[in-house]
């Protein structure tokens, strides 16, 4: 994968960001979730020019992205494929459902396909229980499923 | 009282503070619970409290869990047991659980002996580990100074404390979830390629072998070993009043003249002092001090205020990194380490007629940043540094111990003339407010042409982290500045920066308390009294001295008639004094 490289309409968007969050470095999960809605995800480059606009150690910036799962240092496909992995949903069989994704994608937990279309990843719980297991596209959710499905939700983006 | 609080401990009925944690009131009355996680540096404004290592539970009566007591503040009729067979029981399965992920290698791990988990694993009585599952696996981190062996980690955030909290370095943070959690560096970098200091203060904070200083004995031993090197040594200040900690005495035991018999025994051909060279530092730096002072004074707008010391390697890096913008306000006199370095390598070495590659100059420290110091490549001649080696207290300690020497009923004996005679003003370098105290002397002598009567300035010791003191230079008052720990520098030099305050001088130590603080000391395992103690035992040296003023050391004065020439002269800015480099690009944040 390419090096992201900084540029100034990235460092404009981190500024506003940081400056509607108060310059705070107590704000600091708020102004991650902003940046990362904004660029899609929090390379390092990111993650230091944040730290030196609210004045706190990078590496303590890298604690908290590392720590939350909803963070994360690899660019989402433009497709984000996500497997709910909670309770309601494990237990009417999501992992299998997610070993076909990652199957049928040629890709793990936490990556990106090489044309950049799809991203797969896991969350706990979207509050569809009723629907499990439940899988979500971007903003679009497929629920009860089955691993015979998983071709047809790929098939549905392969071209969009 | 109303703010008292009254509590029953083992069947002891006292009274503390509210606010007062258990840990804290049972140890007012003697009663040892202990702890892992927790780490407190009194008088500093530094603990570490996570509660979470959950080794000091105790049991209180109408609680129906254990509780930490590190964490858990008295309440109005307590009753705490603290060593029950319920929580005995609770720490050896926390000890226990702590040990399933953890190498079991104590028999060649640097702390072995002096561990804290080994120690509550002894304690305990565990004979076997009962869980097994699955064990982290890191890469060891090597850093010029420091030793990262995360494998041994027991996240009790000792050090990510003292590195944001205390040193405001910010390198350290706890970083990933669950079983992957560890501390680290930001994207898990190596600590060559962050803003570390390497002032090691997470070293002597770490509980367990996680982080250790470079081991240089071997290096030393062989160099020993070997007929054709000439071997010597000189010892920073600090270390002769720490030393004697390892083999058992008192904190604050002065054992200078023990160190250097067993300097001797371990076959070192000559035993110096860095307090030689400290003497000569002064006769620079003060000379510089004065210059630049007497040229303020006059009214020369070239000239920048403070003077800072530059004795201290990681307050050296602390500045390079985080005030680049500052790099010409500090000294230029090197550290007395490398001043003893480049005398011990040219003049000495030249009358003695040995060449410098056969020539091997050690260094013990009570310091980790040392060790990288003398690598730096400015301080190379055709890549041979001026110091070969620097051990911390605590390597000389091992190595004493190596040769079974017996160290406490060791004879008296003196340094090596001349590079080992120094004076009563050269000791104190190891205290904060130290250096400070001893160019005053120099500079009040040579400023005002007059004798200065009492040569103590009780204004410019102690131990809070900022001190401010005017001294009268017989009708001048020159205003000095003085910080211990990095985050106190930060915010001396934040004023500085801001043109808040004006000083004439500011001294610097990195670590709390200076030197006898430093992270090479033998671990003081949050019991900032053995500190304290140590620092009283400099200035208990310095007072037993005959010459306590840099510029009266005989034979300072003949190494600038025989060889130097003038303090600041051509010669010895080419030997004696350094540059200062940008290292602000691995800086983000502070």
């Known amino acids: 994968m390419c090096k992201f490289e900084l540029n100034d309409t990235h460092k404009q968007t981190i500024i506003d960001v940081c400056e509607a969050n108060g310059n705070s470095a107590a704000n600091i999960i708020h102004v991650l979730h902003g940046v990362q809605g904004k660029l899609g995800y929090l390379p390092a480059e990111v993650q230091e020019f944040v730290a030196m606009q ?61 044309d950049g279309r799809f991203s797969l990843n896991t969350l706990r719980c979207v509050g569809a229980c009723g629907l499990a297991p439940v899988v979500t596209v971007g903003e679009k959710v497929y629920g009860r499923l089955t691993t015979s499905q998983v071709a047809g939700i790929i098939a549905e983006y392969a071209n969009a | 009282m109303e703010n008292m609080i009254a509590l029953t401990i083992d069947d002891h009925i006292l009274q503390v503070p509210k606010g007062t944690t258990i840990l804290e009131a049972a140890k007012s009355i003697g009663i040892e619970i202990p702890t892992l996680c927790h780490y407190k540096l009194e ?66 791990c640097p702390q072995a002996g002096k561990c804290e988990l080994q120690k509550l694993a002894i304690d305990l009585g565990l004979r076997e580990i009962t869980y097994t599952g699955e064990m982290s696996t890191y890469k060891k981190d090597i850093s010029p100074a420091i030793i990262r062996d995360m494998n041994k980690c027991i996240m009790c955030r000792r050090c990510e404390t003292v590195c944001n909290e205390m040193q405001t370095v910010g390198v350290l943070s706890g970083i990933n979830r669950g079983f992957e959690a560890v501390v680290g ?67 604050g035991s002065r054992v200078t003249g023990k160190m250097v018999t067993a300097l001797r025994k371990l076959g070192f051909d000559y035993v110096f002092d860095t307090d030689f060279a400290a003497d000569l530092t002064i006769m620079e730096e003060g000379t510089e001090m004065l210059d630049r002072i007497s040229r303020y004074m006059q009214g020369d707008k070239s000239v920048r205020l403070p003077i800072m010391t530059s004795c201290c390697p990681g307050w050296v890096n602390f500045f390079e990194t985080y005030y680049p913008d500052m790099l010409d306000v500090p000294s230029t006199a090197k550290s007395p380490m490398m001043m003893f370095g480049a005398i011990a390598k040219t ?67 003196n340094f090596d003339r001349p590079l080992g005679e120094s004076t009563g003003a050269a000791v104190i370098f190891g205290a904060t407010g130290g250096v400070i105290e001893a160019a005053t002397r120099t500079a009040y002598e040579l400023y005002t042409k007059k004798n200065l009567g009492k040569v103590e300035f009780k204004e410019l ?130």
Not at chain 2, 59 to 86: A, D, F, I
Not at chain 2, 566 to 582: I, M, Q, R, S, V
């Open chain 1, 54 to 114: 609210l004045h706190m150690p990078v590496a303590k910036v890298y604690g908290i992205v590392s720590f939350y799962s909803f963070f994360t240092m690899t660019p989402k496909g433009k497709y984000p494929i996500d497997v709910c992995l909670g309770t309601a949903c494990h237990v009417r069989g999501s992992d299998k459902i997610l070993d076909e994704f990652k199957r049928q994608l040629g890709i793990g937990e936490g990556q990106t396909t090489a």
């Open chain 2, 185 to 251: 560096t930001a994207f898990e970098k190596k600590l060559v390629d962050t803003p570390c200091v390497m002032c090691g203060q997470c070293v002597q904070a770490c509980p367990v072998g996680a982080l250790s200083e470079v081991d240089n004995t071997r290096d030393v031993m062989k160099a020993l070993n070997n007929p054709k090197k000439t071997v010597i040594v000189q010892t920073a200040p600090a270390v002769r009043v720490a030393l004697g900690e390892e083999f058992g005495m008192e904190p």
């Open chain 2, 461 to 590: 010791r102690g131990l809070t982290g900022v001190r401010e003191a005017t001294v009268d230079f017989d009708g001048t008052p020159i205003h000095i500045g003085i910080a211990h720990g990095l985050g106190n520098a930060r915010k001396l030099l934040d004023k500085v920066r801001s043109g808040e305050e004006v000083f004439h001088a500011i001294e610097i130590m990195a670590c709390p308390g200076g030197c006898v603080g430093g992270a090479g000391q033998p671990y003081h395992h949050g019991d900032f009294t053995k500190v304290e103690k140590r620092l009283n035992a400099l200035y208990e040296e310095d007072a037993s001295m005959p010459v306590r003023k840099s510029h009266e050391n005989p034979y300072i004065k003949q190494l600038y008639e025989e060889f130097l020439g003038e303090p600041c002269g051509h010669k010895a800015h080419e030997l004696l004094h350094t540059h200062y480099f940008d290292k602000s690009d691995k800086n983000y944040g502070l």
């Open chain 2, 43 to 108: 008088g500093q404004g530094i603990e570490n409290k996570p509660g979470s290592c959950r080794v000091c539970v105790v049991e209180v009566e109408g609680y129906k869990n254990l509780v930490p007591s590190c964490y858990t503040q008295v309440s109005e009729g307590m009753v705490v047991h603290t060593h029950t067979m319920r929580v005995i029981m609770a720490r050896r399965t926390v000890v226990d659980l702590l040990l399933s992920d953890h190498p079991a290698d104590c028999l060649v």
């Open chain 2, 347 to 413: 003049y000495w070495a030249e009358k003695l007629g040995i060449n410098r590659e056969d020539l091997v100059v050690v260094s013990i420290m009570p310091c980790v940043a040392k060790k990288y110091e003398c690598q730096r490549d400015e301080f190379k001649v055709n890549g041979n540094s001026d110091v070969d080696y620097s051990l911390t207290t605590r390597e000389l300690a091992d190595m004493i111990k190596y040769l079974g020497i017996k160290f406490d009923t060791l004879a008296d004996s």
